[in-house]
């Protein structure tokens, strides 16, 4: 019996989530400013980070998106994403865009359906334990459990992992620092949303706080 060789959209959600376990911090560009975001997503990169969401809350967000990968040298990492994917029509412009990953603070079957028909790596937000199940269920590759520090933070996220450990793996979100990575990957993430922590009053200032993310991150 002959095994089909792997497609395009496999190694790409593979080599995603080879990433994810690597330099598990999801850089989150959501500036209100299309050239503070622009900015930000080009330091995200240049220190390292390999994978850069920018969210449909920034202006121009798919442009940004299209000028990051059209810089990039050759194929990822880094990876560039679009998150706040709320809709079936945001779900379709990040497509367009060339995404190579979706974030959703919310569940949608048809947003999980569109990213899953393009091949897309999948971090769907969900917070209750039956979101946790649907969004595993919708075939999550990553899910992301928002919004965690207003429900209890790594408190909440270790309790109700003792139930659902099998799920898919779990993503922390919803705006923590940089020094509270350790207690959430305590909890069970093993991957961190982290934005305007990263960001610092200079670019070299920026560097070191990325370098202490990803230290923390990978443990």
Request: charged fraction near 25%; glycine fraction near 10%.
């Amino acid at each position: 019996m002959t095994t089909a060789p792997p497609t395009l959209e496999t190694i790409l959600r593979e080599r995603v989530r080879e990433s994810v376990r690597r330099s598990p911090v999801v850089a989150v560009v959501r500036d209100a400013d299309a050239q503070v975001a622009a900015r930000q997503a080009e330091a995200f990169v240049r220190h390292g980070l390999e994978l850069v969401e920018i969210t449909f809350t920034c202006p121009d967000a798919t442009r940004l998106v299209t000028d990051l990968l059209a810089r990039r040298r050759g194929e990822g990492p880094p990876w560039i994403g679009m998150g706040t994917v709320t809709t079936p029509e945001r779900a379709r412009a990040a497509v367009a865009a060339g995404a190579e990953f979706l974030v959703t603070p919310n569940l949608d079957p048809e947003v999980a359906a569109i990213g899953r028909a393009a091949g897309l790596f999948l971090v769907l937000g969900a917070l209750s334990p039956t979101e946790l199940v649907q969004a595993d269920r919708l075939g999550a590759d990553l899910i992301k459990v928002y919004p965690l520090p207003p429900v209890g933070g790594p408190a909440y996220l270790s309790v109700v992992r003792q139930p659902l450990g099998d799920l898919a793996p779990m993503l922390a979100g919803g705006g923590f620092g940089i020094e509270e990575i350790p207690a959430y990957k305590r909890a069970g993430a093993v991957a961190f949303g982290v934005g305007a922590p990263l960001v610092g009053e200079d670019d070299a200032e920026t560097g070191r706080r990325i370098a202490r993310a990803l230290e923390l991150a990978r443990g």
